[in-house]
């Protein structure tokens, strides 16, 4: 627990496990942790690690990984160090995932599934919208926002393009397709942000700022929600800044880190 008076102290003593989640491989084991504007926490899960998901979990409704949860951590349900919120997606919901097509439960916990590794999302702190960017394989890195019960697609497609190492191209019209996409001669590793909301920089107001680790460079994504359709997508830097990850503070401004120990914040430079 962490003091309501100073945010810098905390009472280890006070650690509870929330939930445990086994983890196949050493990779995409988790990329995020954030709280909803309804409370609720939600978790990113990548699909357990090695390549093409080779446990097919980004699919399968019956194990946590390859998706993103939504828990609450203000109550507990019997058994368990956390309640699931009554309208969660997959509630009372069977998938066939056992032997021979065996209808087995889906985790209740599921709030979209279909991801590979997402590293970093957060809600926009005006619209409530949940963006993350999920890192992709071998030719493309996406970003979405995330839909209640939404299927992202992953290992069916690689951003919005199929992949599917059976070679099994069924059309698949649940699929939602990340609102942008970029190919790794850009870049190979994304880095997921936030939508600006602060006054230091006017110019970046209510746009997604994220960046990709591997080429160090940073943009700012202009989405327009109600068209669906991205705006422009502005380049902000030709340094070479691995972005590890991205924060914002009460009044907005936006800050992020690299591996090498130093904290930016974004600023106008008029």
């Known amino acids: 627990r962490v003091s309501k008076d100073n945010p810098a102290v905390a009472d280890p003593a006070s650690e509870e496990e929330i939930i445990r989640i086994p983890q196949p491989f050493w990779n ?5 942790i954030a709280f909803g504007p309804d409370g609720y926490l939600y978790i990113a899960l990548g699909d357990g690690g090695s390549g093409n998901d080779p446990m097919g979990n980004g699919q399968n409704l019956t194990t946590l990984l390859g998706s993103i949860l939504r ?13 699931i919120p009554k309208d969660n997606p997959f509630i009372g919901r069977e998938v066939p ?18 991801v590979r590794n997402i590293w970093r999302m957060s809600f926009d702190s005006a619209s409530g919208l949940l963006w993350a960017a999920d890192v992709g394989q071998n030719l493309w890195e996406e970003i979405n926002i995330i839909q209640k019960g939404g299927n992202y697609g992953w290992n069916v497609r690689e951003g919005k393009h199929w992949f599917r190492p059976d070679g099994n191209d069924a059309p698949r019209p ?7 996409e970029y190919a790794h001669d850009i870049g190979k590793s994304i880095t997921g942000g936030t939508v600006y909301r602060g006054t230091a920089v006017p110019e970046l107001v209510g ?3 994220y960046a990709d680790y591997v080429t160090g460079r940073l943009w700012a994504l202009d989405y ?14 030709g340094e070479n800044l691995p972005v590890m990850s ?6 907005g401004e936006v800050y992020f880190t690299t591996p090498f120990g130093s904290l930016y914040r974004f600023k106008s430079d008029k």
């Open 28 to 32: 995409h084991n988790g990329g995020t």
């Open 71 to 83: 828990i609450d951590v203000d109550h507990k349900d019997a058994g368990l160090n956390y309640a």
């Open 97 to 114: 995932a056992g032997p021979r097509g065996k209808m087995l439960p889906a985790r209740a916990e599921i709030y979209a599934y279909g």
């Open 174 to 180: 649940e699929l939602i397709d990340p609102v942008f």
């Open 207 to 209: 746009r997604y700022l």
């Open 224 to 237: 327009d929600v109600t068209a669906a359709k991205v705006k422009a997508n502005y380049s902000l830097t």
């Open 246 to 251: 991205f924060g914002s503070d009460e009044k």
